[in-house]
């Protein structure tokens, strides 16, 4: 029986010298550095274990170098039958654990400007033509099937999956697994390619967010990089898709093969053959159009894509979408379990109609998003015009041609829409919406990415939106119209003078300001509102509908001419039929933009106000204010924004958008000046005699004043605001930032001791008709709340009989003013060689004479008061 070698077994680790099996005579002058090298040195030999467990241990000890090289390797040198072994270890090393837990080798923070070795190693690994890429390939000949737990799936598919309910995308058939154990038991058996690709996008949801903390760019890290070659790999602009890496000169992988559910579903369609089904089946000879055999890589990245990062809402919305016919036949399938043994299972089917999925999309996952649906317009874009053409249907067409065709109507435009409807609906009110603007923005103009697109003109005119989109607008009108309606109702409710916010506005009408398109929109509006009567009842649903089973790439349906039951269709798809709708260039609509327009107009004169302030203010202002030689604020009043912060540019800047956004707004919606002045004045923008806001609209009831909806929209934007004063006890209002907080209360007790003690004399001393009543009066009195202006209804209930009398204030001795310039007169007394006793005396003496005449003032102006 024979042995380990000795040099064999003394380089191996002790727990691991009975797993690798090496004939003595070999070992005897052979070297080997790890267990790995080792294994590679007899492949055929290695039980799978072994490699799996070397390669965990090579990811704690060695380098991140060294393991990429090391991995190269084993992918070249074994056989599938060993590494699929180790595929899902490995994929999930690279993305992260679906849970979030493990990060993986943390392709979104990975930049190449910060770690350019480790950035260069990872990209050319994780190529669509690297290693990784190669063993799924490989892996892929073989026909190896790969588990996926379906509770990692998004929310609405996750819970139809439970309830046995096939989604509507053919991604997911003939792919779910069921155990014994029942719903939560459930995987999806995926090839490798579908594997890796599922892994791959859903890191981009599973993972935690970046911290605030950490500053990437999105467009630098290597995730964002490699989104943009895979579409470029596999949705290619020019030429064909590349043929798959073999080992073998000349193979090729086979197309995943159908799987046989292991019980049946309720459908939500009719079904149809895969588009790679039906080109092979026509077809004698696999290889007479290696496209067609290959194009489902294409289909299925996208697929992913387009399911994992866009297929996040809820329940009723997804339940929306279905059709009537597929609801039917939910409602006998449901009928037949219900009457089944399995009975009990009816408390899950009520969690499915209760379900609500929490999802909030980072601003990383929207730029994603906007990528893809860039490309998407620039792939369905580079057909020829003859391609592009419809009689080009009926024609002989190649996959991928149709494919191109298909994309955009079949795979993302019912999934966006309601991707951004959520997003406009729960995206916070601040500026990190851009990113969603941007995304429905690239998505509204196909025709920036088109090859023919034109250059701008020498006179900075915008381009005419050419007469060939107008069924592009008309197939995707809720985007144009129920979208700007919702952006609309946003805007009413942001500050306008944020520049940020003033971009937003800017942008979206410029956008729709595009000669031609506003006219392109109200035609589909026309299309859609205009009487037919007779509608098909479901025939509508053909144009955007999903289909069941196969591909969303089957036949198309004879093409239809009657544009106005194209648009009906789109609708009725996306809303169903009993939705209502609120036309874009209709009554309502154009009653939020005149609302815009005017609070565009009023956060025009409320930058300018502030920038007037800022202009008026010396520089020395505050250091002076600071130092006690200027009036002090004790009320605390402050009007917030960030134009305070960003200065006279951020002033013009929004100036600049908000007037450009006005007058793109007149010429979408035709808007007259007197309209505008009329609305204008209608708000009360002018200014009063003080040259001071008005205060916010409101209604005098009976505890006061009362907001009405637009004084709540004025204080919001930051038009009008109450001033507000303290008019409580001075002595117990908040300490202030330039108060010492220890010493302000040390003061306060004092003072109240003082106060408490000497309360008969100092009463008696102010009640004196002679130049020491007045001097005490002038210190010891402070005014009565009875003389000051009251807001609130119930200071007035509560200032009748509250009065105070004379008492001491040692609480401006806290402040660090006061001690500052009690220093600096020190300080200068010293230079004068005045010690600072006598420097006290003059202090006090000079204070003395200081409030002796303002005594004699305050008694004269006393004299004349009516």
């Known amino acids: ?142 026909d190896y099937k790969f588990d996926f737990p379906v509770s990692y799936l998004p929310g609405p598919v996750k819970a139809s999956i439970q309830e046995c309910i096939l989604p509507d995308s053919p991604l997911y058939h003939n792919k779910v697994q069921f155990t014994p154990a029942g719903g939560l038991g459930l995987n999806l058996a995926l090839n490798p390619f579908e594997y890796y690709i599922f892994f791959f996008a859903l890191s981009l949801i599973t993972q935690k967010p970046l911290p605030v903390s950490l500053h990437v760019r999105t467009s630098d890290c290597a995730y964002f990089i490699l989104v943009d070659r ?146 998407l317009h620039a792939f369905a874009n580079s057909l020829k ?5 419809p009689s080009a249907h009926s024609h002989a067409t190649s996959p991928l041609e149709e494919f191109k065709r298909a994309a955009v109507p079949r795979f993302v435009q019912q999934k966006l829409y309601l991707f951004l409807q959520h997003c406009f609906g729960h995206w916070p009110l601040d500026a990190s919406f851009r990113a969603v603007l941007e995304m429905w923005l690239s998505y509204l103009q196909p025709w920036r990415y088109a090859p023919d697109k034109q250059a701008p003109g020498s006179d900075s005119q915008p381009r005419c939106v050419s007469e060939k989109w107008a069924p592009f607008v008309q197939e995707n009108l809720l985007m144009y119209t129920k979208l700007f309606v919702g952006f609309l109702n946003r805007a009413l409710r942001t500050d306008l003078v944020s520049p940020k916010h003033a971009l937003m506005v800017f942008r979206v009408a410029k956008v729709f300001a595009q000669p031609n398109l506003a006219e392109m929109i109200q035609k589909g509006e026309q299309l859609f509102l205009e009487p037919e009567l007779v509608i098909p009842h479901r025939q509508h649903r053909l144009f955007t509908a999903p289909t069941f089973t196969g591909s969303f790439l089957s036949p198309w349906p ?81 009007t917030a924004n960030d134009l305070d912060e960003m200065g006279q540019d951020s002033v013009r800047k929004t100036d600049e958008y908000l007037e450009k956004a006005l007058e793109y707004l007149r010429q979408i919606f035709r808007l007259s000046e007197a309209q505008l002045r009329q609305f204008t004045l209608a708000l009360g923008t002018t200014q009063d005699e003080n040259g001071k806001k008005q205060l916010p609209d409101c209604i005098v009831g009976e505890d006061g004043l009362i907001l009405t909806p637009l004084g709540r929209y004025q204080i919001i934007n930051g038009l009008r605001r109450f001033e507000i004063e303290y008019q409580g006890d001075p002595e117990l209002q908040p300490i202030r930032s330039y108060e010492i907080a220890s010493l302000v209360r040390t003061l306060f007790r004092l003072s109240s001791a003082i106060n408490h003690r000497f309360a008969g004399q100092m009463a008696a001393l102010c009640s004196r008709d002679d130049f020491l009543g007045s001097f005490c009066r002038y210190h010891l009195t402070e005014p009565g709340l009875a003389s000051r202006h009251l807001l609130s209804p119930v200071g007035r209930r509560q200032v009748a009989g509250h009065t105070r009398g004379p008492r001491l204030s040692l609480r401006f001795l806290g402040s660090y003013r006061t001690l500052v310039s ?42 004349h008061q009516p």
């Open 1 to 142: 029986m024979t042995t380990f070698g000795a040099v064999a077994e003394w380089r191996l680790p002790p727990l691991r010298r009975a797993t690798l099996w090496i004939p003595q005579w070999f070992a005897k002058k052979a070297i080997f550095n790890s267990p790995l090298e080792a294994a590679m040195a007899f492949p055929h030999l290695q039980q799978p274990s072994f490699l799996l467990a070397s390669l965990k241990a090579d990811s704690i000890n060695k380098p991140f170098a060294q393991q990429c090289q090391d991995l190269v390797k084993v992918i070249e040198d074994f056989p599938a039958k060993e590494l699929h072994t180790i595929f899902p270890w490995l994929v999930e090393s690279i993305f992260g654990s679906l849970d979030g837990v493990l990060v993986g080798w943390n392709l979104r923070c990975l930049q190449g400007r910060v770690n350019p070795v480790e950035y260069s190693i990872v990209m050319e690994f994780l190529d669509p033509g690297g290693p990784m890429m190669k063993l799924v390939y490989k892996l892929q000949a073989e």
């Open 558 to 638: 004879p093409a239809v001419t009657d544009a106005s039951f194209k648009v009906k269709s789109h609708v009725y798809s996306l809303e169903g039929q009993d939705c209502k709708y609120t036309p874009m260039f209709g009554p309502e609509a154009r009653t939020l933009v005149l609302r815009l327009a005017q609070l565009i107009t009023q956060a025009k004169h409320t930058a300018k106000s502030i920038s007037d302030q800022c202009a008026e203010s010396p520089a020395g202002h505050s250091f002076l204010s600071w130092l006690g030689f200027s009036s002090m604020d004790t009320n605390g009043s402050y």
């Open 385 to 389: 015009p003859e391609q592009a053409s």
């Open 822 to 863: 009690l220093l600096l007169a020190f300080f200068v007394a010293s230079l004068f060689c005045v010690g600072p006793l006598p420097c006290t005396l003059l202090l006090t003496l000079g204070y003395v004479l200081y409030a002796s005449a303002m005594t004699l003032l305050t008694e004269r102006g006393k004299l």
């Open 230 to 375: 895979y579409l470029s790999w596999f949705l290619p602009t020019e030429g064909s898709v590349p043929p798959p890496l073999s080992s073998s000169p000349g193979g090729t992988s086979p197309s995943p093969p159908p799987r046989t559910p292991a019980i049946p579903f309720a459908s939500y369609g009719l079904h149809h053959t895969s588009l790679l089904k039906r080109h092979i089946s026509h077809q004698t000879s696999v290889n007479a159009d290696p496209a067609s055999h290959e194009i489902w890589r294409s289909e299925t990245l996208l697929q992913v894509f387009v399911e994992m990062w866009l297929h996040h809402y809820s329940l009723e919305m997804y339940q929306k979408m279905q059709s009537p016919h597929a609801k039917l036949e939910v409602l006998h399938y449901r009928l037949s379990v219900s009457s089944a043994l399995y009975s009990p299972a009816q408390p899950s089917l009520q969690a499915l109609h209760a379900y609500q999925e929490s999802f909030t999309p980072t601003e990383e996952h929207v730029l994603v998003v906007r990528l893809l649906l860039k490309h």
